[in-house]
């Protein structure tokens, strides 16, 4: 039986602004109705697969949680405390599948890529299984459609005895525009997809073997673990000593026992705007739009709109994305620079590279609608049978308007229900909890004033989902 390790810990900065770093691609719903994260589980249904190990960080724990608890294929998930790259997440999820002496087959997958051809992708699985059981280091390569440059290559070596598998040759880095023409005009070479398939034995192996500083960071944060609220966690102390790096320059470029399996199934990583563009269906002009948008003497342009109507007049190779806070209009040829424009927003101070003005927590979500230099206005949702913590602030007081669903609020030693049109005062200083004890979602406007309206100026009592 095969146990998926679901890689989640990306931060997607190329696909800002609809993917931010504390809201990544792997949770947003690109091309289905499912999120990427939720189409990656639901990928190996009809496999014998158990339910996968996550790999997440912090900030996206209740996220990876709830998306796959909706698809009933929720399993372990392992906590990150500081990003140390893919070797070393993988090594911390074979430390937990060989615990009750236990040694499946994993295959590591990422959260944010899609297949289109399910059923080749399955096929190409099953064929894989008998050499990850036989010790072989399995990795599998895209079977390439054009020269593209922003993937590393494997080159094929000889055939495998009776299998649809290589010998892997040699690794190479993200060719220039004329050697990867080459690769493709020589054949042989298959794009790097990151995904794999071994037992977690020999993985464990070939790391203590190839990287043996990482076999033992890793061993020593995991060693102490701890379980909390379904989450397991790792030693921060131990696992930040740990060194950064992917598990292709760590194991597979060294192993002599790498083989690749060329996989043919409409794969795409969704590594930028463009190549987006490309998976859509497409008009007759080649438009793809997501979205409310009205299209007009333009031709191959992507335009992605969320909250309003987005009209364009005589463009052509354009992307067009709006959010709540902010648009993005670029050229396709210069999507890759989108993270120029993040890592200028992290300079500048500014939260759009971080957050949506929409916030999603562990009990539902705020919507920053409207704020000034002393009030803020938030549009709130409570999920049925949540609860917010127990708190109070140093420097706001806060008007709570019931817009529908049922509010029991407490404020002091006071406690009360409060129905759709009525409202409650929580002065400065006041310790106060809101809860949705009702089955449909509750909603409500929130009004702070003070000379402080940051997220900072919380103080928790007492918290359900564990937070400090």
Known sequence: MMLPVILAGGSGTRLWPLSRSHYPKQFLRLTEDQTMLQATAARLKGMDVQHPITICSEANRFFVAEQLRKNDQLGPIILEPVARNTAPAIALA????????????????????????????????????PSAEKGKMVTFGIVPTCPHTGYGYIQQGDELNGGYGFEVNQY?????????????????????????????????????????????????????HTTDLGFTRISEALFALCPDESVDYAVMEHTKDAVVFP????????????????????????????GDALIHDSHNCLVHSQHRLIATIGLEDIVVVDTKDAVLVAHKDKVQDVKDI?????????TEFEDHRQIYRPWGNYDSIDHGERYQVKHITVKPGEKLSVQMHHHRAEHWVIVSGTAKVTIGDQEMLLYENQSSYIPLGVVHALENPGKIPLELIEIQSGPYLGEDDIVRFEDRYGRS
């Not at 074979?94 to 009750?100: C, P, V």
């Not at 043919?264 to 007759?284: H, R, T």
Request: with cysteine; aromatic share 12%.
């Open 172 to 224: 190479v880095e993200k060719p220039d525009l004329e050697t990867a023409q080459d690769y493709l005009k020589t054949g042989g070479y298959l794009w790097n997809s990151g995904m794999f398939l071994f037992k977690a034995s020999r993985y464990l192996q070939e790391l203590e073997l190839l990287r043996p500083d990482i076999f033992e960071a890793t061993k020593a944060a995991y060693e102490g």
């Open 342 to 350: 993040v890592s200028e927003l992290k300079t500048c101070g500014r």
């Open 94 to 129: 074979a430390f937990a599948a060989m615990e009750d002496e236990q040694d499946p087959l994993l295959l590591v997958l990422a959260a944010d890529h899609i297949i289109q051809d399910i059923a080749q992708f399955q096929q190409t699985l099953t064929s894989a299984i």
């Open 263 to 290: 996989l043919d199934a409409g794969w795409s990583d969704i590594g930028s705007w463009s190549a987006l563009w490309e998976v859509q269906n497409k008009d007759i002009h080649g438009n793809a739009f997501i």
